[in-house]
Nanobody, 126 residues
Framework: VQLQASGGGLVQAGGSLRLSCAAS????????MGWFRQAPGKEREFVAA??????????RYADSVKGRFSISRDNAKSTVYLQMNSLKPEDTAVYYC??????????????????WGQGTLVTVSS
């Protein structure tokens, strides 16, 4: 599966952005999809995940983004989205999308993902 992330940019604190990740290759609907981010000097961290359709498109969020971010998927377009609202300067990072077929229990673990997009930079100014 090849992934192409887009939608990053510069936004003021309190603003919104929507990231997109388009997939090609194998059947998109068979994969859990995740978003991760990496800020300068920090490790990559989990942001959100959405399950494959057969698991009811369940979602999971990091505590730091719960209530502000929303993940969704459009299987017809082979695309996953991350709607980010009420952005804060600490959300500044390169955001990556990724795919996995691991058990849903482990979807917050970056090392369980097999394919990654190239990343898109989100900068939130104060």
């Amino acid at each position: 599966v090849q992934l192409q992330a887009s939608g990053g940019g510069l936004v003021q604190a309190g603003g919104s952005l929507r990231l997109s990740c388009a997939a090609s290759g194998r059947t998109f609907r068979d994969f859990h999809m995740g978003w991760f981010r990496q800020a300068p000097g920090k490790e990559r961290e989990f942001v959100a995940a959405i399950s494959w359709s057969g698991y009811g498109s369940s979602t999971r969020y990091a505590d730091s983004v719960k209530g502000r971010f929303s993940i969704s998927r459009d299987n017809a377009k082979s695309t996953v989205y991350l709607q980010m609202n009420s952005l804060k300067p600490e959300d500044t990072a390169v955001y990556y999308c990724a795919v996995t077929q691991i058990l849903w229990t482990y979807v917050d673990s970056a090392n369980r993902y097999t394919n990654w997009g190239q990343g898109t930079l989100v900068t939130v100014s104060s």
